[in-house]
């Protein structure tokens, strides 16, 4: 479920490199597989696929297929995200050590933040290396 859902959200992201970081749009498709779950009669986007949404385009950015969370310092959720919705991303991310990258967003939907981020990630593909 989580692959084809990582798929999903993938899909809905336009992603920009930016000095320091980055800048994505999540076009939230209705038919998210997520929605029937969550909730039928009035759907809302679960704070995790945000998460994911920020992973991915931090993946895009550096050129790698997946981020992953080592440590989730902070999720905050001030208002609800719904089918049809465009939120934007505006990310910074720096260096955090070895492998590991600091990715500290902040999420809108039109001009009222939705949700801000912060974690530190790891690339997947370089943690199976190393293992």
Request: contains cysteine; glycine residues 12%.
């Amino acid at each position: 479920m989580m692959n084809r859902l990582r798929g999903e959200i993938r899909d809905m992201l336009q992603v920009e490199e930016r000095q320091g970081g980055f800048g994505a749009v999540l076009e939230v498709d209705a038919k998210l597989g997520v929605f029937p779950d969550h909730f039928r009669d009035g759907p809302i986007l679960p704070g995790i696929c945000l998460v994911h949404a920020v992973l991915l385009a931090g993946a895009q950015t550096r050129g790698v297929d997946e981020l992953r969370i080592r440590v989730l310092k902070n999720l905050k959720l001030t208002q609800p995200v719904r089918p049809g919705q465009r939120v934007k991303i505006e990310a910074e991310m720096t260096p955090a050590g070895g492998n590991e990258l600091a990715i500290k967003a902040k999420l809108s939907v039109g001009d009222r933040r939705c949700a801000e981020v912060s974690l530190v990630a790891f690339s997947a593909a370089s943690e199976g290396a190393a293992g």
